[in-house]
């Protein structure tokens, strides 16, 4: 059974930073066989997607976090761990942030629980 697990959220002030970290476990879980992506949900708005690294490494960024936002993986891949380290914050990236591994060969799609993002004025 595959795990995802996301921590790093907090309480930031405006124009502060943030990594987020997203870890895969269980199963025989290889990070290089699937895409990652970071998604986010504010209260009473639909999820989004913030941004995508495929598996040759090619990044894809929402228009809202070009530019301040940045995913990538672990240089190790064995330790099966995704980062969207997240800079300039604003009050509107405030939003719950969830981790996402996708294969479409695999026909696997894993989504950890999320983990708060809060950015005050």
């Known amino acids: 059974q595959v795990q995802v697990v996301e921590s790093g959220g907090g309480l930031v002030q405006a124009g502060e930073s943030l990594r987020l970290s997203c870890a895969a476990s269980?199963?025989?879980?290889?990070?290089?066989?699937?895409?990652v992506s970071w998604h986010r949900q504010a209260p009473g708005q639909e999820r989004e997607l913030v941004a995508r690294?495929?598996?040759?490494?090619?990044?894809?960024?929402a228009d809202s976090v070009k530019d301040r936002f940045t995913i990538s993986r672990d240089r190790d891949p064995r330790k099966n761990v995704a980062y969207l380290q997240m800079n300039s914050l604003k009050p509107e990236d405030t939003a719950t942030y969830y981790c996402?591994?996708?294969?479409?060969?695999?026909?696997?799609?894993?989504w950890g629980q999320g983990t708060q993002v809060t950015v005050s004025s």
């Open positions: 269980g199963g025989h879980f290889s990070n290089s066989l699937y895409a």
């Open positions: 996402n591994f996708f294969s479409q060969r695999l026909d696997r799609d894993y």
């Open positions: 690294i495929n598996i040759g490494g090619r990044t894809n960024y």
